[in-house]
């Protein structure tokens, strides 16, 4: 009879709850910022062009071989307005096989391809998760405005200016505790004078012996 109270006492102070569940769909919950979704590739605002280069490292290395795409010759580097002499014509990623591994992102030497946030892709077709280059830079943009992406420029530039100043701040540091450090001979000198000043009397330096003594 005890237990069967205990419990009525506890479904009813459970009642009085703020309810803490999401009613999904229509409710969402917000995203911490680790969390990974399906791969998306970046975009190079300054030039006007995505950061890949249609190298294929991620097509070879994807484990499920979702991934497919064609490379071309970069009309803007021809005009002198883009660094990169290749870029990508067509990719595709079939998200429905993705397995959210992160291995293309590794791989990536140019920093193109990124897990975004993007995680609802449900479709009523089977292949509707089939994503082509427009939707997956969509993609891009939105994580690189979501998660403050740094682009591999700025991230090169600012390490550049941590080692200028650090090579900078060096003699100044080298300098400073110089500075603090006595000098070894200094130090010994002083401390000779201590030594005869406490000494007793007689005890200091001893006299040359005289003529009469010798």
Not at 16 to 33: I, S
Not at 124 to 136: I, Q
């Amino acid at each position: 009879m005890l237990n069967t109270l205990k419990g009525m006492l506890m479904t009813l102070r459970t009642s009085l709850r703020k309810p803490v569940t999401a009613q999904y769909p229509k409710e969402h919950l917000p995203l911490m910022e680790r969390q990974v979704g399906f791969p998306a590739l970046t975009w190079d605002a300054d030039v006007g062009e995505p950061y890949c280069v249609g190298c294929m490292v991620c097509v070879r290395m994807c484990p499920t071989q979702c991934m497919s795409g064609t490379m071309m010759d970069n009309p803007l580097h021809a005009e002198g307005k883009s660094p990169r002499r290749k870029m990508i014509e067509e990719f595709e990623i079939n998200l429905g096989r993705c397995i959210l591994c992160g291995i293309c992102v590794e791989v990536c030497n140019f920093d193109a391809i990124e897990m975004s946030h993007e995680h609802e892709i449900s479709h009523y077709a089977r292949d509707g998760r089939r994503s082509d280059l427009p939707v997956l830079l969509e993609m891009g943009k939105k994580y690189q405005a979501e998660s403050n992406w740094i682009s591999p420029a700025e991230r090169k530039a600012a390490l550049a200016a941590e080692k200028a100043a650090a090579v900078v701040e060096a003699p100044a540091a080298a300098a400073e505790e110089t500075k603090d450090t006595p000098d070894s001979d200094t130090s010994a000198a002083t401390a000779e004078e201590t030594k005869d000043a406490n000494a007793p009397a007689g005890e200091g330096t001893k006299a040359e012996p005289t003529e009469e003594a010798k």
